[in-house]
């Protein structure tokens, strides 16, 4: 398209901004006003997309990190024909696709934005897709992302930016809206186009710095972001916020607001305009993930065995990427503990390494499900805390993604508490639609790392460093939403709700009750989330008398998706939670649950005093 017509279709998608903002009476079209040049020339003439075919192997990727500037990206849907001026004008509406800020529900969006900083992370994720899995030596995807000049105080940027370097990704091009003014104030460095610049060569990138109201210069920023071979490229425009409109044209204050005076700012930025962008069809490629051998082995251990859930998730995991060929693992630079060294070893070309960046490890296994891939990411338990941002946009995302957390709780022993996941299971049970499971023991483990892979949804796995006896077979199955019964007797007295490393601290226990006359029921709740509430509410009509005992802290974990079992209006049995209530020190795995008053003895002594029988 030339110059003249790229000027006039950046004036349509301010205007269109402008319109979508009156009609919802909010959004942020000063921030799309000031992006509208250069998205202009991208649609008319890089973008490469089939918006009938939003899947097609060989699209071209456009993320708006600057997620608040969706009437730009509405407006664009529009000029390309994938949406009509009557549903443009239904934004921020109830039941309308066009959400405030993007999300997958409109099928020419790949992940949910909004969430300033996330977007060039998963940026990367979906390059890492076509780079390195798909096409490495023949035609690749593009990825596209706009960011806000704001963003670029968040660490994950920084995080992208090295790592997209690191990887060569010459697919990958962050186009910088650089537009001086935040939501309050001005950005920390404004207009200084070589700031941002040095910042970025120094991680590596080729940089480009232009006007980003000349749509010749962006143009040409374009074909050389293109024709750079082996290294992303981040295009730096120098832009005005409100771009077109006197009364608002870089003035503070007018973030998030729709214009005072629409009519007249249609009006001023040259009138409606119904130009039609013919875009540019994507190449054709073949189709993305390989088949695997469809034959799944998983690794078998014998009862009495004592074996690290880690291990056998890790040799599950092997299995699972040999009968899938679309097994993809991502570790953040903990494989030795985490035990995805096993997969690597065996499938090395989907395995990555994403070093001690957590949240570019959710960003990139983000951006690979968006590409049809299956992740499993994994670090220690603890660790990602840093990223449940990127875990709770994901889930906005509707994604599809396996979290697998080790080294979970203080039954870690001597590493001490800055190393001990004891919130996770809250953290993960609060993610909208997602599944906890928190398995036992070695068969448990590779059972459920298997069926994690036929879920939707945010998964989270957590596994535990030590080894632990092997209670289960290999032929036994454990359904997600299910529960073993692991002691169980018609004259129990205390039901005992347990998972994960206090199932063996609850069978020793029930074992020594038993002896004293208190037969004791004990659940393994492999499955946090969904929980078993009918075996429980059998259990607690049975013997009356309930406790939950977990490694990890009393908010928002074991205890309470047992108790929610209850929250149906029938009576709850009397209950005693034990829980990680102190702050832990260093100590051995033996001592740190006595301590915490999780294991044996503390659950033998609950259930002598719920029976009246303390001594």
């Known amino acids: 398209m030339q110059d003249h017509l790229l000027s006039e279709l950046g004036q349509q998608l301010r205007v269109d901004s402008v319109r979508a903002a009156a009609a919802a009476g909010s959004g942020h079209p000063t921030s799309s006003m000031s992006a509208a040049d250069l998205m202009a020339v991208l649609l008319a003439n890089h973008l490469r997309y089939d918006f009938e075919q939003p899947r097609h192997p060989g699209n071209d990727h456009l993320v708006f990190s600057k997620g608040h500037a969706s009437?730009?990206?509405?407006?664009?849907?529009?000029?390309?024909?994938a949406i009509s001026d009557e549903?443009?004008?239904?934004?921020?509406?109830?039941?309308?696709?066009?959400?405030?800020?993007?999300?997958?529900?409109?099928?020419?969006?790949?992940?949910?934005?909004?969430?300033?900083?996330?977007?060039?992370?998963?940026?990367?994720?979906?390059?890492?897709?076509?780079?390195?899995?798909?096409?490495?030596?023949?035609?690749?995807?593009?990825?596209?992302?706009?960011?806000?000049?704001?963003?670029?105080?968040?660490?994950?940027?920084?995080?992208?930016?090295?790592?997209?370097?690191?990887?060569?990704?010459?697919?990958?091009?962050?186009?910088?809206?650089?537009?001086?003014?935040?939501?309050?104030?001005?950005t920390r460095h404004e207009w200084d186009l070589g700031a941002y610049a040095?910042?970025?060569?120094?991680?590596?990138?080729?940089?480009?710095?232009?006007?980003?109201?000349?749509?010749?210069?962006?143009?040409?920023?374009?074909?050389?972001?293109?024709?750079?071979?082996?290294?992303?490229?981040?295009?730096?425009?120098?832009?005005?916020?409100?771009?077109?409109?006197?009364?608002?044209?870089?003035?503070?204050?007018?973030?998030?607001?729709?214009?005072?005076?629409?009519?007249?700012?249609?009006?001023?930025?040259?009138?409606?305009?119904?130009?039609?962008?013919?875009?540019l069809g994507p190449p054709a490629v073949s189709a993305g993930p390989p088949p695997g051998d469809g034959h799944l082995s998983l690794p078998r251990f014998d009862p009495g065995e004592r074996v690290a859930t880690r291990d056998a998730f890790g040799q599950a995991l092997a299995a699972l990427g040999t009968a899938r060929g679309d097994v993809v693992v991502l570790d953040g630079e903990v494989g030795d503990s985490t035990r995805t060294e096993f997969f690597a070893k065996e499938h090395p070309e989907r395995f990555f390494e994403c070093y001690i960046a957590e949240q570019q490890l959710v960003a990139a296994a983000v951006g690979m499900q968006a590409?049809?891939?299956?992740?499993?990411?994994?670090?220690?338990?603890?660790?990602?805390?840093?990223?449940?941002?990127?875990?709770?946009?994901?889930?906005?995302?509707?994604?599809?993604?396996?979290?697998?957390?080790?080294?979970?709780?203080?039954?870690?022993?001597?590493?001490?508490?800055?190393?001990?996941?004891?919130?996770?299971?809250?953290?993960?049970?609060?993610?909208?639609?997602?599944?906890?499971?928190?398995?036992?023991?070695a068969n448990q483990?590779?059972?459920?790392?298997?069926?994690?892979?036929?879920?939707?949804?945010?998964?989270?796995?957590?596994?535990?460093?030590?080894?632990?006896?092997?209670?289960?077979p290999p032929s036994e199955r454990f359904p997600i939403g299910g529960s073993k019964l692991v002691r169980a007797t018609d004259g129990d007295r205390v039901t005992v709700a347990a998972a994960g490393v206090t199932v063996p601290e609850a069978i020793a226990a029930a074992d020594r009750l038993a002896g004293e006359g208190i037969p004791v029921r004990v659940i393994d709740l492999y499955s946090v989330k969904p929980v078993d509430a009918q075996t429980l509410r059998a259990a607690a009509e049975l013997t009356g008398r309930l406790i939950t005992a977990?490694?990890?802290?009393?908010?928002?974990?074991?205890?309470?998706?047992?108790?929610?079992?209850?929250?149906?209006?029938?009576?709850?049995?009397?209950?005693?939670?034990?829980?990680?209530?102190?702050?832990?020190?260093?100590?051995?795995?033996?001592?740190?649950?006595?301590?915490?008053?999780?294991?044996?003895?503390?659950?033998?002594?609950?259930?002598?005093?719920l029976v009246g029988a303390a001594t």
């Open 71 to 81: 009437p730009l990206l509405y407006s664009m849907f529009k000029a390309a024909g």
């Open 87 to 186: 549903e443009l004008l239904t934004f921020r509406k109830l039941g309308s696709l066009l959400e405030g800020h993007p999300t997958p529900r409109l099928p020419w969006v790949d992940v949910a934005t909004g969430s300033l900083g996330q977007g060039l992370p998963v940026g990367v994720g979906l390059a890492l897709a076509h780079k390195r899995l798909e096409r490495p030596d023949g035609a690749n995807s593009r990825v596209w992302v706009l960011c806000g000049d704001s963003e670029l105080a968040e660490g994950s940027v920084w995080e992208a930016f090295e790592h997209g370097c690191y990887e060569h990704l010459d697919n990958l091009t962050a186009i910088i809206d650089v537009n001086r003014l935040g939501q309050h104030g001005p």
């Open 198 to 279: 040095r910042r970025m060569h120094a991680f590596g990138w080729h940089t480009i710095e232009i006007d980003g109201h000349d749509v010749a210069a962006v143009d040409r920023a374009y074909g050389e972001a293109a024709s750079t071979v082996g290294r992303p490229t981040a295009i730096i425009a120098h832009t005005v916020k409100g771009r077109g409109v006197a009364s608002v044209e870089n003035r503070e204050g007018m973030h998030g607001k729709p214009l005072p005076n629409p009519e007249e700012a249609v009006a001023e930025l040259g009138g409606v305009r119904e130009m039609a962008v013919p875009v």
């Open 371 to 441: 590409c049809g891939w299956l992740p499993y990411a994994s670090t220690f338990a603890a660790f990602f805390t840093r990223a449940y941002d990127f875990v709770r946009m994901a889930a906005i995302s509707r994604a599809d993604l396996n979290l697998v957390g080790s080294h979970a709780g203080v039954a870690i022993g001597e590493d001490g508490p800055s190393q001990m996941g004891l919130e996770d299971l809250a953290a993960f049970r609060a993610v909208h639609g997602s599944t906890v499971l928190y398995p036992c023991d």
């Open 445 to 472: 483990t590779a059972q459920l790392t298997a069926a994690m892979a036929e879920q939707s949804g945010i998964r989270y796995l957590r596994t535990t460093r030590g080894r632990t006896p092997v209670l289960y």
């Open 550 to 609: 977990e490694d990890h802290h009393p908010e928002g974990g074991l205890g309470d998706a047992v108790l929610e079992a209850f929250c149906d209006g029938r009576p709850a049995p009397r209950t005693v939670r034990l829980a990680v209530r102190t702050m832990p020190v260093s100590a051995t795995p033996e001592q740190q649950l006595s301590e915490a008053g999780i294991d044996a003895e503390a659950i033998a002594a609950a259930a002598r005093e």
